[in-house]
């Protein structure tokens, strides 16, 4: 990849009827890195992943990818792992990969190779006659990861690769992506595994109401707010962590809880309030999660799911 910026957004914008998409949206991606792209539910995500392959024009706005203006002209070179899956069910796998490879610009003999050995390298070899419609979801989900790639591209797009796999195959979808970044290529990872991006990328952009509100490389993001996270593991009643005084905002998981202290507030007095009140089993003053920056910046809603 010779492209100084693998994507390049600048004041995008697209409509939909009444509705604003995406509301001057600038980006940047720099070649052979990891990008996670988050936002909650309705935030535009989803839509500029569509203007950057190309699937939508913008109504404003410039878009440079791999170096080029329109995403068509270099569509061989980019790979693409949908939310809403896109395989034939009735067609069979080994056949499947064959055939979306040809169609990205390789030979039949080399497609089937390929296809061969990411079967091989997905534990499917034995599934390799099956219909799609014969296999677990999970399953299915790792023959689109090899659909999106088999040709090597040089920008894949992945929105949720993890959904619907468990931890084992989770965490092989996961090297396997890291091996996409060891070859060249540049990874955007869309996904709600708030986990997984804060392993793997690098940097990120969080849009909100079609707005990017948060865009940067991760480690100096967190690094901008502070130590300011108390990460606590106790036992007691939650109802306890209520009313901390110097504390904004207690994110309770049942034994373990998130504090977010105000600026000022001093964690030794945050953790002589805590031993009057619950058994401390651990106490540590961290920067905050990719969790807590999300949620910081876009709000929570209990009644609302909240989905990259």
């Known amino acids: 990849m010779t492209a100084e910026t693998a994507i390049r957004c600048e004041d995008l914008v697209k409509n939909f009827d009444t509705t604003r998409a995406v509301d001057n949206l600038s980006l940047e991606v720099s070649p052979g890195q990891i990008f ?5 539910n309705g935030s535009g995500k989803t839509t500029t992943i569509r203007i950057v392959l190309g699937i939508f024009v913008p109504d404003d706005g410039s878009l440079l990818v791999l170096g080029h203006q329109d995403p068509l002209s270099v569509r061989d070179q980019l790979g693409y792992l949908p939310e ?4 034939y069910p009735r067609m069979r796998i080994d056949e499947q990969l064959a055939f979306l490879g040809t169609i990205r610009g390789l030979s039949f003999r080399e497609a089937k190779r390929r296809a061969g050995d990411w079967l091989e390298n997905l534990g499917l070899a034995e599934k390799a006659k099956s219909q ?12 689109q990861f090899a659909a999106a790639v088999i040709h090597e591209p040089d920008l894949v797009v992945l929105d ?3 959904s619907g796999l468990d ?9 396997l992506i890291l091996e996409q970044k060891a070859r060249g290529a540049t990874v955007v990872l869309s996904t709600h595994r708030m986990d997984q991006v804060e392993q793997m990328c690098e940097s990120i952009c969080l849009i909100h109401q079609g707005q990017a509100v948060l865009t940067g490389k991760l480690d100096e993001i967190r ?5 300011s996270t108390v990460r606590l593991d106790y036992d007691g009643d939650a109802s306890a962590l209520a009313g901390l005084e110097g504390v904004r905002e207690v994110r309770d998981s049942g034994r373990s809880a998130s504090l977010l202290m105000d600026p000022t507030t001093d964690a030794q007095m945050v953790l002589r309030q805590l031993l009057d009140r619950v058994t401390v089993r651990g106490f540590s003053l961290e920067e905050p999660s990719v969790e807590d920056i999300f949620l910081d910046k876009v709000g929570y809603d ?7």
């Open 132 to 143: 799609t419609l014969e296999l677990s979801k999970g399953m299915q989900q790792k023959v």
């Open 84 to 87: 809403e899956r896109g395989l």
């Open 167 to 175: 931890p084992v195959n989770t965490r092989l979808l996961k090297d």
């Open 223 to 227: 690094a901008s707010y502070g130590k």
């Open 36 to 40: 996670g792209l988050l936002g909650p």
């Open 302 to 308: 209990p009644r609302h799911e909240v989905e990259s």
């Open 160 to 162: 949720e690769p993890f």
